[in-house]
């Protein structure tokens, strides 16, 4: 057991002294750690509260029972489900529970941020179903009016919205009228928002979609799992019924109480802060990197891209490697209309939800922005730039502090 013992408190000491620009991770709370460790992991309760395949259940019926009401009071709607075991399983979920059958799913292109489960060739999504794609506008931003003419002429089962790198707000509303005028359902996967949606920040999908999937981590700050949303009261039975029995078996108790957990801290006025400071300090960052000279998109959310390639000469993999040296952990990603690979791409995908949760401020923000370029434009040298690192992660909370 020591070694990986000594291989957890090697991660720990690496999230203690970097930052971590990762838009898709975050730092849970000592709550959510503690609920997530607990004896919960030794209960198998397949099946429902008050409908189980297992005797002993009536205390994890009870936390699930809590999760499913504070996930439902958190996004205002009638109905949820905590059980999938990720936001891909909550997606396979989703789409079976509206295509039974099989059919066809219109979604954001791939490579202009969508995610692996919205069609992906190496997904089971495009296996199971028939996908087609809206590309985004020369500007990086969606274009309606052609996800319309899209839609009536492509007649999909569904539209699907929600991405993995779109640093600007969905009009889920727009996209809601579209589904009417085709005549098909809306599914929503908000797993990059939902800290933005349950604080308001970022417009709800829950009014307009039939099905609203999310993970629990990233900018809801929870343990890592999926969620799935309805205001349907027929769709909930179709959704229970497709997490299981057809796609899992025993639902992870100890991680439906840390959802519980985290949709209790995600309803408070310190998290309303928390989404608020993250989506400054975001917006500073990609300006202080335009205002160098850098390529970034701009931001409202908690997320930019920055086209590394056309800014340093260098792809995105490239850049990503090069921050790794000095502590700043970032991941390539696709930009729109980018020419490269998958394994390469022309840029990076950056965001502040985890370094904010550990307390960085609008000026770290902008410093971290100015670290970026200088290195990645060979303006600094390695023991600088670790120097500039070591600065700023050393006014910040701790891991274990959280």
Not at 45 to 53: F, I, S, T, V
Not at 280 to 291: D, F, G, R, V, Y
Request: charged share 25%.
């Amino acid at each position: 057991m020591q070694d990986i013992l000594d291989l957890i408190n090697k991660e720990l000491d690496r999230q203690n002294h970097g930052i971590e620009l990762i838009a898709s991770e975050n730092y849970v709370s000592k709550n959510v750690r503690q609920v997530t460790g607990s004896i919960l992991t030794n209960k198998y309760a397949e099946g429902y509260p008050g409908r189980r395949y297992y005797g002993g259940c009536e205390f994890v019926d009870e936390i699930e029972r809590i999760a499913i009401k504070e996930a439902c009071d958190l996004f205002e709607c009638k109905y949820a489900n905590v059980q999938p075991h990720s936001g891909s399983q909550a997606n396979a979920a989703a789409y079976r529970a509206l295509m039974p059958n099989g059919g066809k799913v219109l979604s954001l292109v791939l490579n202009d941020g969508g995610h692996l489960t919205h069609g992906s060739p190496v997904s089971f999504s495009s296996n199971f179903y028939t996908f087609i794609h809206y590309p985004l506008d020369k500007d990086g931003r969606l274009n309606y009016d052609s996800i319309k003419e899209i839609a009536l002429k492509e007649k999909p089962d569904v539209i699907l919205s929600g991405y993995s790198a779109y640093p600007y707000e969905i009009d889920f509303k727009k996209i809601k009228e579209i589904c009417d005028e085709v005549g098909c359902l809306m599914m929503v996967d908000m797993a990059h928002i939902a800290g933005l949606v349950a604080t308001k920040k970022h417009m709800s999908p829950l009014p307009y979609a039939d099905i609203v999937t999310s993970t629990t981590h990233k900018t809801l700050r929870g343990p890592r799992g999926g969620l799935i949303l309805t205001n349907n009261s027929d769709l909930i039975k179709k959704i229970n019924s497709a997490v299981f029995p057809f796609y899992q078996g025993g639902p992870l108790e100890h991680v439906v109480a840390a959802k519980a957990v985290c949709f209790k801290e995600a309803h408070t006025p310190e998290f309303r802060k928390y989404v608020e400071s993250l989506m400054e300090n975001t917006k500073e960052c990609a300006k202080t990197l335009k205002e160098l000279g850098a390529l970034a998109t701009d931001s409202e959310n908690h997320l930019f891209l920055l086209n590394t390639l056309d800014s340093f000469g260098i792809t995105g993999l490239e850049a990503q490697k090069k921050l790794e040296e000095i502590g700043v952990t970032t991941n390539k990603n696709m930009i729109p209309g980018d020419k490269l690979s998958p394994k390469e791409t022309s840029g990076l995908r950056i965001g502040f939800a985890a370094v904010t949760t550990r307390g960085c401020s609008k000026e770290d923000a902008k410093e971290i922005g100015e670290l970026i370029f200088n290195y990645l434009a060979n303006k600094i040298d390695l023991d600088k730039a670790k120097d500039t690192v070591k600065k700023i992660t050393s006014k910040w909370k701790l891991i274990e502090e959280l």
